[in-house]
């Protein structure tokens, strides 16, 4: 019993989060509906992840034939798949030991798709990425922990400080405190769509020191709110992480989708090699990239990559031996991985197939952005800062004081009544700003973009429809 007490308090940080409430009400709410009971909806909209194949985004199909070749080899004589995928099976299948995935390979993962990595990232900046310098990951989250722990000090006076956009992913907040740090939040400019800004930076670092030593600077590009940063923007922040010595933790699992006018993603990693020295050969950084917010949406499959940049020779081994007392990541993910990086090339048959797919995903999203930004843009109450790249849109709620105040009567957060109320009324379940960071005193929704046309339809009606009735009871 007192081992209990001890472990209670650590979980309740993490029970019964405003989203985790608002699943359950999905859940009961569809479990209603098939048990017959009626409702002004047939069905619940769940808006609120970026779960594309949840929402009814379509597997890239030359992933899954690599994938069914790999998991049953006998397939690798079946013409009723494309040669190349039994090639590409055929090719992983001769690195694994014993020829199957079930084995475990190097911690780092398989040396041939850390190569295929490597040539990916050298197309994309122009600038030559060694192998040992990837690590094949579950995903990108659990590598963005691994690092935390190599980098975070929990112990002694003063406990390392990361610095965190407002709004970010929660679970990298989540992970920051887990591993005994102190979040240090840094805001992003709504007002400029979401932009990072070099003031902001220096007002969170200087307030910070003191209470903490700050000395890691997490960035998302593209942002979870639409942002893409500039060229421009991002040799500021090296300049300025160098000059403060900041070590950068970069999440760029979004650049697959890019697709604002005249907007271009550039990597962190492409602008710190265009710098040239010094920044180009002493600022230490890891970047992330991951098959679930990539255009194929593999959530489930647990995949990514990191790549760890200048760092001291020396501490490399030690490096390496923390990556090792975990085991290699998920052989299904390293083979999607291998896909995203190395696609079907023109000459091969199934390039027509894997392009058009991969267009039509790209588009959707990009239609699902134009239209989200237009539909809510012309409703009372709601503004929404153009999206330019990702998979969300983050529009603000400008609440009532009614509104406010009858939230603030039942304990709860503005915008997480207003999702509570939404998901009841139409059936619309999406993540309350609350989840994510905002500055005080504004409110928010966040509503993911990777779902058919015909369902973001349905999605921008229920909320429509919605929203002018809560402001005419709340006015």
């Not at 040396?111 to 050298?122: D, N």
């Not at 060229?231 to 979004?254: G, H, N, T």
């Not at 529009?395 to 009858?406: D, E, G, M, N, V």
Request: with cysteine; net charge negative.
């Amino acid at each position: 019993m007192p081992l209990l007490r001890k472990i209670i308090p650590k979980l309740n940080d993490h029970c019964f989060s405003a989203q985790d409430i608002l699943n359950r009400c999905a859940r009961q709410i569809t479990a209603e509906i098939e048990q017959g009971l009626e409702k002004n909806y047939k069905e619940v909209l769940d808006i609120s992840s970026a779960d594309a194949h949840r929402m009814g985004l379509k597997p890239i199909t030359f992933c899954r034939q690599v994938l069914s070749a790999c998991f049953y080899p006998s397939l690798l004589n079946d013409e009723s798949l494309p040669l190349d995928a039994r090639e590409r099976a055929q090719s992983i299948l001769r690195e694994c030991n014993g020829g199957s995935i079930g084995s475990y390979t190097e911690a780092q993962g398989i040396e041939k798709i850390q190569e295929s990595i490597c040539k990916f990232i050298t197309k994309r900046d122009g600038v030559v990425s060694h192998p040992d310098n990837i690590f094949i990951t579950n995903g990108a989250q659990s590598h963005l922990t691994m690092v935390l722990k190599m980098l975070v000090q929990s112990e002694g006076s003063l406990k390392t400080g990361v610095l965190i956009p407002v709004p970010s992913h929660f679970t990298f907040n989540m992970a920051v405190a887990d591993v005994g740090g102190v979040v240090v939040p840094y805001y992003l400019c709504e007002e400029q769509g979401w932009a990072v800004q070099l003031e902001e930076l220096c007002r969170a670092l200087h307030t910070a020191r003191g209470r903490c030593n700050p000395t890691v600077l997490y960035l998302i590009n593209p942002g979870p709110t639409g942002h893409v940063q500039s060229k421009d923007s991002i040799a500021e922040v090296i300049r300025f992480a160098a000059e403060e010595r900041l070590f950068l933790m970069v999440d760029e699992v979004y650049q697959d989708n890019v697709y604002g006018k005249g907007i271009e993603f550039y990597s962190y990693r492409r602008v710190l090699s265009e710098m040239g020295p010094p920044y180009s050969n002493t600022m230490e950084l890891a970047s992330f990239h991951s098959i679930s917010k990539s255009v194929m949406g593999e959530c489930g499959l647990r995949g990514g990559y990191l790549e760890l940049l200048n760092l001291d020779p020396l501490v490399i081994p030690y490096i390496l031996r923390f990556f090792s007392t975990t085991s290699c990541s998920s052989l299904s993910g390293q083979i999607a991985v291998d896909v995203m990086v190395n696609p079907p090339q023109p000459t091969q048959p199934s390039y027509e197939l894997y392009t058009q797919e991969v267009q039509s995903i790209r588009n959707t999203i990009r239609n699902n952005a134009q239209k989200t930004v237009e539909v809510l843009s012309g409703l009372p109450g709601i503004s929404c800062q153009p999206v330019n790249g990702g998979i969300f849109a983050f529009p603000r709620l400008h609440l009532s004081q009614s509104a406010i105040k009858h939230a603030k009567d039942k304990q709860l957060e503005p915008d997480f009544l207003y999702c509570l109320y939404l998901l009841e009324d139409k059936g619309l379940c999406v993540g309350p700003g609350c989840m994510h960071g905002q500055k005080e005193e504004t409110y928010h929704i966040r509503i993911s973009l990777a779902t058919p046309e015909e369902t973001m339809k349905d999605v921008l009606q229920r909320l429509k429809n919605f929203h002018l009735r809560f402001i005419q009871e709340f006015p």
